[in-house]
């Protein structure tokens, strides 16, 4: 595992931007020709005084130390804490996971509904998926499903086309989506057709399928001509965003990932989901490593209990099922949710400006994966662990360090109770 404190690398040296799924490693962040690069890079290298990576109590600064321990307090007392956000690195979800497990909290990470939607349909039918590379190297066809994803990743096309010969067909799909008309890769434009059927995305996925299975019972002629270019490909890719197929996103991938299913009966098809930005993809893949279930999993008295709709954070804190929430964010805009029950925060220090109300609020000041230390996150494609590499010298801690301090007080506090107890 790389150093925490490794020094920080030259300006214009090779860095990975995490500030998107993509994780991008081949620019420095000197020049990283990304917008959302650029703005990740000017929300988090601002410099911060004394003051703003002071740790604070009630909304007033105090020692670090002194956070610490009452943090471990409430930790300590809580009857079902919630562990939400899980904005960080490989190195700070493993540290989690073990508070997470000596506190018996519920984990859920921030934006989980898309996520959890995605592995609910993966659970029920299964799915085919390809990675980047695959993606490159072998599509003729790809499709982008309810949404243009270069929104949310602005590079992905660049990395999809860059250095072929013979770029695929580009097709977006759905309502209400806005893509630019051609785009520009190594020099060569590449036209980009919109089809709008002036359905919604559960409607479109299911008239698609049926355009593919039983042509004559489909009335619209775009979405015909659609389903034999994608029985006509030599490699059709679907691209979808769960965050923006709506509530009824498992559906949909359901659905999607049934039409690739038929597709492959007589050629090859795949689908490239596009998510898990902030930590998300790598937070889910860590706790799945170390307990074999995905988030939205509490650690109770009866073992590991696992319910992606019981036990998501947006409902849990609408219903008022949880008494203390720990977050930890660490990348801009994410923001805890607010409330009156106690809460934990852990992120960067401009999030102290945001955080509202904050009477029975402990907020620990950390560093930035990738900008204040180094670390690792697991790429929107699940099959690549990449390094992340410092761009400043930093004082503040990482997650990783601030759990692992949570965590050694509350050995103290089971110490003190065993002494009281044996008195």
């Known amino acids: 595992m790389t150093d925490d404190r490794t020094a920080p690398g030259a300006a214009d040296a090779p860095w990975t931007c995490p500030f998107c799924p993509l994780l991008c490693d081949d620019r420095s962040a000197a020049a990283p020709g990304c917008p959302k690069a650029e703005a990740g890079l000017a929300a988090s290298t601002v410099a911060a005084g004394p003051a703003e990576t002071s740790a604070r109590l009630h909304g007033q600064p105090v020692p670090r ?71 490159r190297r072998h ?8 949404s243009w994803p270069a929104e949310r990743a602005p590079r992905l096309f660049e990395r999809l086309l860059a250095g072929r010969d013979t770029p695929p067909a580009i097709v977006v799909l759905g309502d209400g989506v806005d893509p630019p008309r ?7 434009s590449t036209d980009i057709e919109w089809l709008a059927p002036g359905l919604d995305g559960p409607a479109t996925a299911a008239l698609l399928h049926l355009a593919l299975t039983r042509p004559q019972r489909c009335a619209d002629a775009q979405l015909r001509a659609l389903a034999e270019r994608l029985r006509s490909a030599r490699y059709a890719v679907l691209v979808w965003e769960p965050g923006q197929l709506g509530a009824q996103a498992g559906l949909v991938i359901e659905r999607l990932q049934g039409l690739i299913g038929r597709l492959n009966l007589s050629g090859r098809a795949a689908g490239f989901p596009l998510g898990g930005a902030g930590g998300a993809a790598t937070a889910q893949a860590v706790h799945t490593w170390l307990s074999g279930l995905p988030l939205r999993t509490r650690v109770g008295p009866r073992g590991l209990e696992h319910d992606t709709l019981r036990l998501a954070s947006e409902r849990l804190l609408a219903d008022r099922a949880v008494d203390l929430l ?57 099959v690549v662990m990449l390094p992340l590499q410092a761009l400043r010298h930093s004082t503040l801690p990482s997650v990783a360090e601030t759990v692992n301090a949570l965590r050694t007080e509350l050995q103290r506090l089971d110490g003190v109770e065993v002494t009281e107890v044996a008195a």
């Open 182 to 188: 051609s785009i520009t890769v190594d020099g060569r």
């Open 326 to 382: 720990l977050w930890v964010g660490t990348f801009p805009d994410q923001r805890p949710p607010d409330g009156d029950r106690p809460r934990i925060l852990l992120g960067p220090p401009a999030l102290a400006h945001a955080l509202g109300h904050e009477s029975a609020t402990v907020f620990l000041p950390v560093g930035t994966p990738g900008v204040d230390h180094a670390g690792h996150l697991v790429r929107c494609d699940s």
């Open 139 to 146: 599509a003729d066809l790809i499709v982008c499903v309810g």
């Open 65 to 135: 130390e002194q956070a610490l321990r009452v943090a471990a307090e409430w930790l300590h007392a809580a009857r079902q804490p919630l562990l939400a956000g899980w904005g960080a690195d490989v190195a700070a979800a493993r540290a989690l996971y073990p508070l997470a497990s000596r506190v018996g909290a519920i984990s859920d990470v921030c934006g989980g509904e898309p996520l959890a939607q995605a592995l609910r349909a993966q659970q029920d039918r299964g799915g085919y998926t390809a990675t980047l590379a695959e993606v």
